[in-house]
């Protein structure tokens, strides 16, 4: 599951917001320093970042896994679930670097200072299948990725063939249906494009890629299905008002996402919306918000964090808070 929304604010800033549909919370915000060491799960090879990060993620046994996250550069990537879309390497190659599908994101923020920078290295990355691997991903193997940079390109990468394909997406909403093309061509029924989009010239930091009239459109689909929240969530973004700056784009992004966030139904599925979280490419910022909780917590990487050695996990309690009136 998952839905991504990108928001691009009057002022220039850009706030790349989410779901995080999964059956348990396991991510809280963490800081991850500069020059940080880690092995892969896929072969247990070392490397080491360059770049700190905040994010949302996990660290287990001491291993660090991020979800969603900005670099010191601004560079934000989301990892989102991707079933029967994925054709992972299985060989070993030892002048590629391998990994597990989830530690993509982990290391584009580590190791990268922009989309550009990103593609002009991806040919070295493959992404790997459980067949001959080291430990077992589970459903971590089926995964696609969405990224943007302060520069205001905006891109999903997907693991459909390999090398990897970078897709630019000026529309800013990703979910987790196979093939963007496909779904693009279905959100013709309900909004029109404008010619720009259709040429394929959309200006870098464009806000809106349909002229903003539904007149002989039909009404989207009100499921949870990874279509039908696509078509929803790129509908009620292109409608919305132009945020005045980063912190409306936050406002509007929750409201954006109440359209695509799932409720907890454990009779029918397994998945709902654990949590909703956004980055910022320009002020470094991460927002955090666990399902049970109506506050939203924000971590902003500083220049002060530049200096720290270790990394740092905040405990975010998943519990609802507010304020009482006498």
């Known amino acids: 599951m998952c839905t991504s929304i990108l928001q691009i604010a009057k002022d220039g800033s850009h706030v790349l917001a989410r779901t995080m549909d999964w059956p348990t919370l396991e991510n809280t915000p963490l800081f991850v320093p500069r020059h940080y060491d880690w092995e892969s799960a896929y072969d247990h090879r070392h490397y080491q970042n360059p770049y700190a990060l905040i994010g949302g993620g996990s660290m287990k046994k001491g291993r660090i896994d991020v979800a969603d996250g900005v670099n010191e550069y601004g560079l934000c990537a989301q990892k989102l679930t991707f079933t029967n879309g994925s054709k992972l390497v299985e060989n070993r ?72 394909r970078l897709i630019d997406n000026p529309l800013g909403v990703v979910t987790n249906s196979p093939n963007f093309e496909r779904q693009l061509q279905k959100l013709t029924k309900y909004v029109d494009f404008t010619p720009e989009f259709e040429a394929g010239k959309v200006p870098l930091n464009t806000a809106k890629v349909t002229t903003g009239n539904p007149a002989g459109k039909i009404i989207p689909p009100g499921s949870y299905s990874p279509g039908a929240r696509f078509i929803r969530a790129a509908y009620l973004k292109e409608r919305a008002d132009l945020p005045a700056d980063e912190a409306a784009a936050i406002v509007s992004s929750w409201h954006l996402l109440n359209s695509v966030t799932v409720p907890r139904s454990l009779k029918h599925q397994p998945t709902f919306s654990v949590y909703r979280a956004a980055t910022t490419a320009d002020s470094r910022s991460y927002y955090y918000q666990p399902y049970h909780r109506a506050d939203i917590t924000k971590l902003q990487l500083t220049a002060d964090m530049l200096t720290w050695t270790q990394p740092k996990i905040y405990a975010v309690s998943d519990e609802l808070q507010f304020n009482q009136l006498n």
């Open 93 to 164: 190659h030892s002048n590629k670097i391998q990994l597990a599908p989830y530690e993509f994101v982990f290391w584009l923020l580590g190791h990268f200072k922009s989309i550009a920078d990103v593609a002009a290295h991806l040919s070295e990355i493959e992404l790997m299948s459980e067949k001959y691997s080291d430990s077992q991903y589970g459903a971590e193997s089926e995964l696609h990725f969405a990224l943007i940079d302060p520069t205001g390109r905006t891109v999903v990468v997907e693991p459909t063939q390999n090398p990897m």
